[in-house]
Nanobody
Framework: QVQLVESGGGLVQAGGSLRLSCEASGSGFRFDDMTWFRQAPGKQRELVAGITSDGSTNYADAVKGRFTIARDNAKNTIYLQMNSLKPEDTAVYYC?????????????WGQGTQVTVSS
């Protein structure tokens, strides 16, 4: 089974920074694409940033130039450095990992970490 442990959320003033982490574990699994999503109250969950196993990245337009996703394959961990935070970045941030085991592949979700940006 795959476990995801997220950390790094909190309360910050507008213009501040936070760094989120998500560590994946699971015996015999290979971790492929790893992605951050977020969900604000009353809104649908949306993609924030993703990174492939070879380091290719993609970002939502709303966070380009402010957020940076990085990956440490040795630790099976991804990070989301969030700078110049805005109140509209307030949401629960979820880590998603696409994991493979023998011939099966499926997505796993973390428990979520709250990010609150005050104006």
């Amino acid at each position: 089974q795959v476990q995801l442990v997220e950390s790094g959320g909190g309360l910050v003033q507008a213009g501040g920074s936070l760094r989120l982490s998500c560590e994946a574990s699971g015996s015999g699994f290979r971790f492929d694409d790893m992605t951050w999503f977020r969900q604000a109250p009353g809104k649908q969950r949306e993609l924030v940033a993703g990174i492939t196993s070879d380091g290719s990245t993609n970002y939502a337009d709303a966070v380009k130039g402010r957020f940076t996703i990085a990956r440490d394959n040795a630790k099976n961990t991804i990070y989301l450095q969030m700078n110049s935070l805005k109140p509209e970045d307030t949401a629960v941030y979820y880590c998603n990992v696409r994991a493979s085991h023998t011939f099966a592949q499926r997505d796993y979700w973390g428990q979520g970490t709250q990010v609150t940006v005050s104006s």
